[in-house]
């Protein structure tokens, strides 16, 4: 089992910055990448930013609408990933979650969500 916690959500006007924080116990030596998907209200859960890593080695992708704004990195003493995100839009509200997986196909484990609002 992994479980994930989710912080630094919050409100933020237009243009500002927040940095989404998710640490990682369990089982964390089993996951093979992490990534940070949001739900804004009304619409179905979307993929934002993945890390995948292998040794020291870690590849990032983004989404295309936060490519540029985004940018999502790891601490591995820490057990956690976070998700910088500059230049916020009113779209970029949503709740944020944080997830993890452990054998290469889907994401199996899932933190608990923080939310972002950003005002225009």
């Known amino acids: 089992q992994v479980q994930l916690v989710e912080s630094g959500g919050g409100l933020v006007q237009a243009g500002g910055s927040l940095r989404l924080s998710c640490t990682a116990s369990?089982?964390?030596?089993?996951?093979?990448?992490m990534g940070w998907f949001r739900q804004a209200p009304g619409k179905q859960r979307e993929y934002v930013a993945g890390i995948n890593w292998s040794g020291s080695v870690a590849v990032t992708y983004y989404t295309d609408s936060v490519k540029g704004r985004f940018t999502i990195s790891r601490d591995y003493a820490k057990n956690t990933v976070y998700l910088q995100m500059n230049d916020l839009k009113a779209e970029d509200t949503a709740v944020y979650y944080c997830s993890a997986d452990i054998d290469g196909g889907s994401y199996d484990y899932w933190g608990q969500g923080t939310q972002v609002i950003v005002s225009s």
């Open positions: 369990g089982r964390t030596v089993s996951v093979i990448r």
